[in-house]
C-alpha cells in the first residue's frame, strides 16, 4: 500500500474508535526523527526507551501519528463558572471528569490502532503527576511531548497558552500518540493562527505574567494542585480561548 492510502486507513480508524466512544478526533502525521529532534532532551531519552530495539529503525523512516479527541461544549462551559465571589467547583469538576473520560479514551485507541498497523501507543499524560513532583521541571523526563508531534503533524498550531490550538476544536482537545514505521504521506503542519489575540493570556495571570515570572509553568502547576480537583487540571485558559478568542466564530465543539 502506498503512504497515502495508508494514512486513509488509519484515520477511518481512528474516526471509527471516536464513534465508539462518542467523541470527535483529528489525526496528523509528522517524521518520527523530526518529533524526537523537537523534544527536550530528557525527553528524547524517554522515546529512545518507548522506541527500544526499533528505535533506529524509526529514525530512519517512522512515523509518529498524532491523535486527538475534542471535549463537549458543556464540559469547557463548566470550567472556572463564578458563584458568590468564588467558583463553582462541583461543576467545574465536570470538566475535570471528561479530562479522565478523554484519557482513557485516548489510551484505549491508541492501544488498539497500534496494534492493528504493528506500532508502539504512546499513552496520553498520566493523571496524577502534579501532586507527586515537587517541582515541574521533573515532570519532563517523565513523558514524550504530545504536543511537539500535533504541532509538527499540523493537527494544530502552538498558542499562547502553550497548547494545540486546533482549527475547529480551539485548544479544548486532548492528544495521544502512536509510532510506526508503516510508510504514511506526512500531513503538513500549520502556520500560527493565534496573531494578535490575548484571550488565553488575559485568563489567567500566570500566563499573562510568562515573561516575568521565573517560571510560570511551575505557577500554574501550584495553582491546579491548590484546586484541590479531582484530576490536576485547569482549564481557564482552554476555556477563554474557545469562547473569547478572534476566532471564537470559527471553534465549534
Given at each position: 500500500m502506498t503512504g497515502d492510502s495508508n494514512i486513509e486507513t488509519v484515520r477511518r480508524d481512528l474516526e471509527a474508535e471516536a464513534s465508539m466512544h462518542g467523541l470527535k478526533s483529528v489525526l496528523g502525521v509528522a517524521p518520527f526523527r523530526e518529533v524526537h529532534d523537537g523534544l527536550l532532551p530528557v525527553q528524547r531519552t524517554k522515546l529512545r526507551e518507548i522506541a527500544g530495539e526499533r528505535f533506529d529503525s524509526f529514525m530512519e523512516g517512522g512515523s509518529f501519528i498524532s491523535i486527538a479527541f475534542a471535549y463537549p461544549e458543556e464540559a469547557i462551559d463548566a470550567i472556572a463558572v463564578e458563584i458568590g465571589g468564588g467558583f463553582d467547583l462541583d461543576t467545574w469538576r465536570f470538566y475535570s471528569d471528561w479530562y479522565d473520560r478523554l484519557n482513557q479514551a485516548l489510551n484505549e485507541t491508541s492501544s488498539a490502532m497500534a496494534e492493528r498497523i504493528g506500532g508502539i501507543s504512546i499513552p496520553a499524560?498520566?493523571?496524577?503527576?502534579?501532586?507527586?513532583?515537587?517541582?515541574?521541571?521533573?515532570?519532563?523526563?517523565?513523558?514524550?511531548?504530545?504536543?511537539?508531534?500535533?504541532?509538527?503533524?499540523?493537527?494544530?498550531?502552538?498558542?499562547k497558552n502553550g497548547l494545540i490550538v486546533n482549527p475547529r476544536y480551539s485548544c479544548a482537545i486532548r492528544l495521544a500518540s502512536i509510532i510506526t514505521d508503516m510508510p504514511l504521506e506526512r500531513t503538513e503542519p500549520l502556520q500560527d493562527g493565534c496573531e494578535g489575540c490575548t484571550a488565553c493570556l488575559d485568563a489567567?495571570?500566570?500566563?499573562?505574567?510568562?515573561?516575568?515570572?521565573?517560571?510560570?509553568?511551575?505557577?500554574?502547576?501550584?495553582?491546579?494542585?491548590?484546586?484541590?480537583?479531582?484530576?490536576?487540571?485547569?482549564?481557564?485558559?482552554?476555556?477563554?480561548?474557545?469562547r473569547e478568542s478572534a476566532h471564537g466564530d470559527a471553534f465549534r465543539l
Open positions: 499524560t498520566a493523571a496524577g503527576i502534579a501532586t507527586k513532583i515537587e517541582h515541574v521541571e521533573e515532570y519532563y523526563p517523565l513523558v514524550v511531548s504530545h504536543r511537539v508531534a500535533a504541532e509538527l503533524s499540523g493537527v494544530g498550531w502552538r498558542g489567567c495571570p500566570f500566563l499573562a505574567n510568562k515573561d516575568r515570572l521565573e517560571n510560570y509553568r511551575e505557577q500554574c502547576r501550584r495553582y491546579i494542585v491548590s484546586l484541590g480537583l479531582e484530576h490536576e487540571v485547569c482549564g481557564k485558559c482552554i476555556k477563554a480561548c474557545y
